[in-house]
């Protein structure tokens, strides 16, 4: 098991997960159903878990000539491709089983982020614009708790919001990972804003974005959420972001775990508002 969990990430679900929930909460009209919040749980794991194990399956021969990725299970044998295609298909399967089971309306857009997840990681291989698809692929958590809950385009405004913060923050923390990978992608002549512009420039594009996910997050504030009891949040999640950006010589810290907290930090401003209200 812990291979399987290894394969796919599964922690890297706390970057999405309390975003779905915040989209879910903006949608909603009255108290979620447990059975509600459950389905939506099911469906992001086998959404992250689909995600991921089609970036790998992609990915697998670039892997495999990288010296930091090449320990990965794919290129180093200690998983098949038939065994990462089964984790594929079991993610799909839990995926569309619960949109199926929450609304015929989420099972008619379900396919809309697998088709992402499928173009995304082919676009470094053309375009340094490839951190946007990571940023959109991102994004549809939002927007899947939003239609979980509210089946319908009407007065969407506060989800688009946080679907375009969560475009802008995800671009801006995938080129502070993509730092890792300067060299390599260099010479295996793929794209990225730091192949392409070298570190210093694609870390002030990096800032410059995640200023555009501040703008996005603090008009989601002004328009729908409007509690001063929230307010602490919204400045929090800034101060985040600016941490994220000092930090970005450390990886580790600036990658996984500022961006692990932020998503709970923005779900509190969108809770908080909506219980305060």
Not at 201 to 215: D, E, P
């Amino acid at each position: 098991m812990k291979k399987y969990f290894n394969f796919v990430k599964i922690e890297h679900t706390l970057f999405t997960l309390p975003l779905i929930y915040g989209g879910l909460l903006l949608g909603v009209r009255e108290m979620p159903s447990a059975n509600l919040l459950f389905l939506v749980l099911l469906a992001a794991i086998g959404a992250r878990t689909a995600a991921f194990a089609l970036n790998r399956i992609i990915d697998r021969e670039i892997d495999r000539r990288n010296p930091r990725t090449a320990m990965r299970e794919l290129p180093s044998g200690r998983m098949t491709l038939m065994e990462a295609l089964g984790v594929f298909s079991l993610g799909s399967l839990l995926y569309f089983g619960s949109a199926t089971m929450i609304s015929s309306f989420c099972l008619m857009l379900s396919p809309i982020p697998l088709i992402i997840f499928v173009v995304y990681p082919f676009m470094k291989r053309f375009t340094p614009l490839a951190h946007f698809g990571v940023g959109l692929g991102m994004s549809m958590a939002p927007l899947g708790g939003w239609f979980a809950a509210s089946p319908t385009f009407d007065n969407i405004l506060p989800a688009v919001l946080l679907c375009v913060f969560t475009v802008f923050w995800g671009v801006g923390f995938d080129i502070i990972y993509a730092t890792l990978d300067e060299d390599f992608d260099r010479q295996a002549h793929l794209f990225s804003f730091v192949s392409q512009f070298g570190k210093r420039k694609a870390l002030l594009w990096s800032a410059l974005f995640h200023i555009a996910a501040f703008f996005c997050l603090a008009l989601l504030f002004l328009t729908t959420i409007r509690t001063w009891y929230a307010l602490p949040f919204l400045l929090l999640a800034g101060v985040m972001l600016w941490y994220e950006q000092h930090k970005a010589s450390n990886v580790e810290l600036a990658f996984f775990r500022i961006n692990a907290g932020l998503g709970f930090v923005v779900f509190a401003m969108i809770a908080t508002g909506a219980m305060l209200k």
